[in-house]
């Protein structure tokens, strides 16, 4: 079949708000880009000609793949080693000016999400984040006005409950982890403490591929003792870049002359104090750090 002249044309308008539904779905880059080029093959094969509204067509497929990916997605997470975090993306230059989807794909964010249910999930994000009517969901996931009503409370009430208030102060962030990252690095207990909150959690995801803390470490000292620890035996030769992933200010450590990307820590802050620490190293969530995907919500599109 040839493909029509306006199919990629379409498809590259609405890309970053496409990729921002499917990765704010499945919480992975990769299974988002996997949706994309499914849907993409679903859109060049029709008729374009006859869709009014290409925006919402491309949307409805992308949703419903995400949902099918999602299912089967989970199941394999199941099998998961250790702690799973969403696969990290770089976000320079597309959440600074929108503090809703700064926090909709912030990893305090996107792990409440894992907690929804795939259907849950997909209209909370549909409806909180993208501005789509329930009447809107309901076509575009095969449910009725009604049961997609009581889907949207349920997951409203249930992110509401869990959800973090979003805190972001470039500024103060950039202070705090300098002194973070020199307290780690020189072994000052106090002063790392200083800068931890209370309750402060650290994640770590290595996906069986890479060493981690087993389990989420709670509370300021045994977590100041895991970074310590860690800064001593792992960080000694690894350059440190600064970056934006996940809307949280984040440390690249970088290791060898090749300067293969090793783990990234996304920091979570709440005024002048860490709340939360998100290490990835599992080297196949790492693949693509470096790529910058522009992100987008329907008044951006």
Known sequence: MSEPPNAPDAFD???????????EILGSAADAEDVLQDSYLRWRD????????????????????????????RRRREDYVGNWLPEPIRTEH???????LAESVSMAMLLVLETLSPTERAVFVLAEVFGHSLVEI??????????????????????QSRRKRYHPDAGTNQ????????AARTGEVQTLMDVLAPDVVQISDGGGNAI??????????????????????????????F?????????????GAERR?????????????????????????????????????????
């Open 13 to 23: 308008q609405f890309r970053p708000l496409l990729f921002t539904i499917a990765y």
């Open 46 to 73: 029709i008729d374009q000609h006859e869709v009014d509204h290409p925006r919402a067509y491309l949307v409805r497929i992308v949703t419903r793949q995400s949902l099918n990916h999602l299912r089967s997605a």
């Open 94 to 100: 597309d959440a600074s000016h929108d503090v809703l």
């Open 138 to 159: 309901a076509d575009m996931i095969g449910k009725t006005d009604t049961a997609v009503r009581q889907i949207a409370r349920r997951a409203r009430e249930h992110v």
């Open 175 to 182: 202070a705090v982890i300098n002194r973070f990252l020199l």
């Open 212 to 241: 981690v803390a087993g389990r989420p470490l709670v509370g300021a000292a045994p977590v100041a003792k895991f970074l310590i620890q860690l800064a001593q035996h792992s960080m000694a030769g690894m350059a440190i870049e």
């Open 243 to 255: 970056g934006t992933f996940n809307a949280l200010p984040a440390v690249l450590l970088r290791s």
């Open 261 to 301: 990307l090793d783990t990234i820590l996304m920091i979570e802050m709440n005024d002048d104090r860490i709340t939360g620490l998100y290490a990835v190293r599992n080297p196949e969530k790492l693949r693509t750090a470096d790529v910058l995907r522009p992100l987008a919500r329907p008044r951006d599109a």
